[in-house]
Nanobody
């Protein structure tokens, strides 16, 4: 079954940057709304950034001005550029489309000095 594959996470110091990638086979993302989510230990999964098929974007208040979502329709990949990272951004990051498909493994982002 098709699942997103998230990558690009890692350990970064506060103030640093990371670029996450979300890929899926075929054209599963084509024209669809794709969302980046994150889940911190002991917390519910939350939406952080959304991009429509036409490229319109929306962000959670907690990441507005620091994160940027984009998509490459040829590569069927959605990206999340994360700048000015804070310790509270530490979480496992997932992506998914609407309607939802089975969740991938996510990619761990840890922001710590």
């Amino acid at each position: 079954q098709v699942q997103p594959v998230e990558s690009g996470g890692g350990l970064v110091q506060p103030g640093g940057s990371l670029r996450l990638s979300c890929a899926a086979s075929g054209s599963i993302f084509s024209g669809k709304i794709v969302t980046w989510y994150r889940q911190a230990p002991g917390k519910l999964r939350e939406s952080v950034a959304v991009i429509t098929g036409g490229g319109s974007t929306n962000y959670a208040d907690s990441v507005k001005g620091r994160f940027a979502i984009s998509r490459d329709n040829i590569k069927n990949t959605v990206y999340l550029q994360m700048n000015s990272l804070k310790p509270e951004d530490t979480a496992v990051y997932y992506c998914n489309k609407l309607p939802l498909i089975p969740w991938g493994q996510g990619t761990q982002v840890t922001v710590s000095s």
